[in-house]
């Protein structure tokens, strides 16, 4: 498992837990608790507490974006892992900009498999893929998008005017 996928672990984990605790406890104690609990010598250089932080920043603004979505699955509906992982992946995918799109639902539909039910990797996967379907159509990508798509098209633009080695002109042996 790599760093970056254990820290969005627990920051789901963190995330479920105060969610599960009707935002009573306090979130800073909850992450400590889950980094001392689960990987106590783990150094994500703050990854973890600035994703539940910043989710817990946004929280109005991605529940509101999760509801527009999802509109036949109130968040109250949801089950408390999905509205988590929705939230973190919504985070991500929307709000943070070092994290390209399509990595941020990846990980997202991961966690929906390794702890959701059922169809929690497909329902994780319609939700988000809508959020960033929308976010294409309003021209709302996120930098590191567009300058992975623009070395993308370079590197395939490359790939057209360069010879393949098959197609290499054969030398003439005497």
């Given amino acids: 498992m790599s760093n970056r996928h254990l820290a969005?672990?627990?920051?789901?984990?963190?995330?479920?837990e105060w969610d599960f605790r009707d935002r009573n406890t306090s979130l800073a104690d909850?992450?400590?608790?889950?980094?001392?609990?689960?990987?106590?010598?783990?150094?994500?250089?703050?990854?973890l507490e600035r994703q539940v932080l910043a989710v817990k920043e946004h929280m109005q603004d991605i529940d509101e974006l999760l509801a527009r979505f999802a509109p036949?699955?109130?968040l109250a509906e949801m089950t408390n892992m999905d509205r988590n992982i929705l939230r973190l992946g919504a985070y991500e995918l929307r709000f943070d900009e070092s994290i390209p799109s399509k990595v941020a639902i990846n990980e997202a539909i991961e966690l929906g498999k390794t702890f959701g039910g059922d169809a929690s990797g497909k329902f994780i996967?319609?939700?988000?893929?809508?959020?960033?379907?929308d976010m294409i159509a309003r021209g709302e990508l996120k930098a590191i998008d567009t300058e992975e798509k623009e070395e993308k098209e370079t590197d395939e633009e490359k790939k057209k005017t360069e010879p393949a080695e098959d197609d290499a002109v054969p030398s003439q042996e005497m």
Avoid at 8 to 16: D, G, I
Avoid at 125 to 133: D, S
């Fill in 30 to 47: 909850i992450v400590a608790h889950v980094k001392q609990e689960f990987a106590p010598d783990f150094d994500d250089g703050g990854y």
């Fill in 125 to 133: 996967n319609g939700v988000l893929g809508a959020i960033y379907k």
């Fill in 8 to 16: 969005r672990t627990m920051a789901m984990q963190s995330l479920f």
């Fill in 72 to 74: 036949e699955w109130p």
